[in-house]
């Protein structure tokens, strides 16, 4: 199994950006999928998750309104779109699966069944 995330780069603030995380070695379709970040210097964090069977999103509080999760499971692929970036958004992106879990239960990142690589996105000021 593996999640490869991809699209980030370099941004200048209050700039868009999209992320995508395409699956191999199995179908996400039963899998609750998110999306998390670890800033340097500090700790991974929960940034959002949409759930496998009804599309229930969930973001953190500091990237609603900004950031959108979608899921396209004929393309086996997760997205998170990013809008109005700031320079707290910079961060490694990592995508994460569970499966048949609830959209809020994927902020208990130790229950998570695989995780992406994760893709850099910086925000410049």
């Known amino acids: 199994v593996q999640l490869q995330a991809s699209g980030g780069g370099l941004v200048q603030a209050g700039g868009s950006m999209r992320l995508s995380c395409a699956a191999s070695?199995?179908?996400?379709?039963?899998?609750?999928m998110g999306w998390f970040r670890q800033a340097p210097g500090k700790e991974r964090e929960f940034v959002s998750a949409?759930?496998?069977?009804?599309?229930?999103?969930v973001y953190q509080d500091s990237v609603k309104g900004r950031f959108t999760i979608s899921r396209d499971n004929a393309k086996n692929t997760v997205y998170l779109q990013m809008i109005s970036l700031k320079p707290e958004d910079t961060a490694i992106y990592y995508c994460?699966?569970?499966?048949?879990?609830?959209?809020?239960?994927?902020?208990?990142?130790?229950?998570?069944?695989?995780w992406g690589q994760g893709t850099l996105v910086t925000v410049s000021s």
């Open positions: 994460a699966a569970r499966r048949f879990a609830t959209a809020q239960a994927m902020s208990d990142m130790t229950t998570i069944d695989y």
């Open positions: 949409i759930s496998w069977s009804r599309g229930a999103t």
């Open positions: 070695g199995v179908a996400l379709v039963t899998y609750t």
